[in-house]
């Protein structure tokens, strides 16, 4: 497996997902120019939680996409990874919950 670059990763999901270039503005804003790649799929996950409902289709499309791109946790995972894994999954709630 090759170390992918999470600040790379983080332009890809935002080109495949145009609906997020607002957040990903925003977060530029903030940041003074500067792609933060954990606070900015930390904004993503909010975006998810709170859109579930009304943009469900939306939220369905980038949990798939960000599936298919996740490959392993811990010793053997990479920088896009643990930004998946540690800024959002380990955030969104589990069912029942």
């Excluded at 670059?5 to 990903?24: C, K, N, S, T, W």
């Excluded at 798939?64 to 392993?72: I, P, S, Y």
């Amino acid at each position: 497996m090759t170390d992918r670059d999470a600040r790379q990763f983080m332009g890809e999901m935002v080109a495949a997902h145009p609906y997020l270039r607002p957040i990903h503005a925003e977060h530029m804003d903030d940041n003074e120019g500067e792609l933060l790649p954990h606070l900015l799929m930390a904004d993503v996950c909010r975006w998810v939680m709170s859109n579930h409902h009304s943009q469900a289709n939306r939220v369905r499309d980038l949990l798939g996409w960000l599936g298919g791109r996740f490959e392993a946790v811990g010793a053997g995972g990479d920088g896009v990874d643990n930004v998946i894994a540690a800024s959002v999954i380990e955030h969104l709630p589990t069912r029942g919950t």
